[in-house]
């Protein structure tokens, strides 16, 4: 499994999928500051599943009918960085099958995945 983390992702989740030997492209290290539509081309590009904070990819999605490889929202504004990166890599690990495809909105106690 490839993965895509949006320049607004926590490193540390970055580390945390690395260091579990997945292939993650991190934006804020190679393409900080490019757009929505960039970075959603550049996850497709490589067939990779997009891990992002920024919920304007729900409407590239549903409401522009944007395609993507898989879509993962991480919307935990309110726990601290290593635990929201903690739930998100325990996430990924448990739910692989789940991914591609799939747009997945992860809340503290709430995931919702649905395919598209």
Do not use: C, W
């Not at 929505?36 to 409401?63: C, H, M, P, Q, W």
């Not at 726990?79 to 991914?99: A, G, M």
């Amino acid at each position: 499994m490839i993965f895509l983390a949006d320049e607004g992702v926590d490193k540390s989740l970055v580390e945390l999928l690395r260091a579990a030997s997945y292939d993650v492209f991190y934006v804020a290290e190679s393409a900080s500051s490019i757009s929505d539509e960039e970075v959603l081309a550049l996850a497709n590009s490589d067939g990779r599943i997009l891990i992002t904070r920024d919920k304007d990819f729900g409407e590239l999605v549903y409401r522009l009918k944007r395609i993507h490889s898989g879509i993962i929202l991480v919307r935990m504004e309110e726990l601290p960085s290593i635990s929201r990166s903690t739930y998100v890599d325990h996430f990924i690990r448990e739910n692989l099958d789940k991914l591609a495809g799939h747009f997945v909105v992860l809340q503290p106690g709430l995931t919702r995945i649905r395919k598209l």
